[in-house]
C-alpha cells in the first residue's frame, strides 16, 4: 500500500485533512486496486464514487441486501 502526505479535501461536513492510500480489495472472488482515504474524520467506510462509477450498486433496504456486481 502507497501513502501521500496528508491533504486538505472538502467533505460535506467542512473541510477536513486526509491521506491518500492505494488499497486492494476482493470481492466475490474479483480483485480492485481502490483509492482509500484515511483520517480521524471518518467514522465510517465509505465506496468511492470514482471506484462506484466501474461497478453496478443496487439497495434494497426493505429486505437487508446490498448487490455490487
Known amino acids: ?7 486538505d479535501m472538502q467533505t460535506a461536513m467542512g473541510e477536513a ?3 491518500l492510500y492505494e488499497g486492494t480489495v476482493v470481492i466475490e472472488g474479483e480483485e480492485s486496486t481502490i483509492e482509500v482515504l484515511g483520517g480521524n474524520e471518518l467514522m465510517n467506510i ?8 466501474t461497478k453496478r450498486l443496487v439497495v434494497d433496504f ?6 455490487l456486481g
Open 62 to 67: 426493505s429486505i437487508g441486501v446490498l448487490t
Open 46 to 53: 465509505i465506496l468511492g464514487v470514482f471506484w462506484l462509477r
Open 17 to 19: 485533512r486526509f491521506s
Open 1 to 7: 500500500m502507497r501513502s501521500n502526505e496528508p491533504q
